[in-house]
């Protein structure tokens, strides 16, 4: 737990929410096992965030791929934390998650995807 969850987490997102582009996170549905349903269902939930301009040296320090990019998702308001098996439509782009950080303010999560189609 961050010093920012509950009603401070909502507050830092009421703030920077109007400063972002809307963007749908598609939750991938699960079976029972827990195993992503094929071929994938997704369900929609609204965001906001951004896509973060890395530079080379950046992609290399984080070990990002050429392909890939870093997203920022406020997490205020999201009914349902991101993960591997989801894909998020952000910034004129769609997105397959293949990584899902936390920023150590706990309000947003800090996305690395690579092109879905």
């Known amino acids: 737990m961050s010093l ?3 009603p401070l987490q909502a ?13 749908m996170l ?9 195993q992503v349903i094929l071929p994938p269902i997704f369900a929609d939930i ?22 890939a990019v870093r997203l920022i998702v ?5 009914a349902a934390a991101p993960t591997v098996d989801d894909e998020i439509t952000l910034t004129g782009g769609r997105w ?6 936390r920023d150590p303010a706990g309000a947003a999560w800090i996305l690395t995807g690579v092109p879905a189609r």
């Open 4 to 6: 920012l969850d509950g």
């Open 11 to 23: 507050v830092f997102g009421t703030a920077f929410a109007p400063l972002l582009p809307d963007g």
């Open 26 to 34: 598609h939750v991938a549905a699960k079976d029972a096992d827990g």
């Open 46 to 67: 609204p965001v906001k965030g951004h896509r973060d301009q890395a530079g080379d040296r950046q992609r290399a320090d984080w070990g990002i791929p050429d392909r």
């Open 74 to 78: 406020l997490q205020a308001g999201v």
């Open 96 to 101: 397959r998650i293949s990584a899902v950080e």
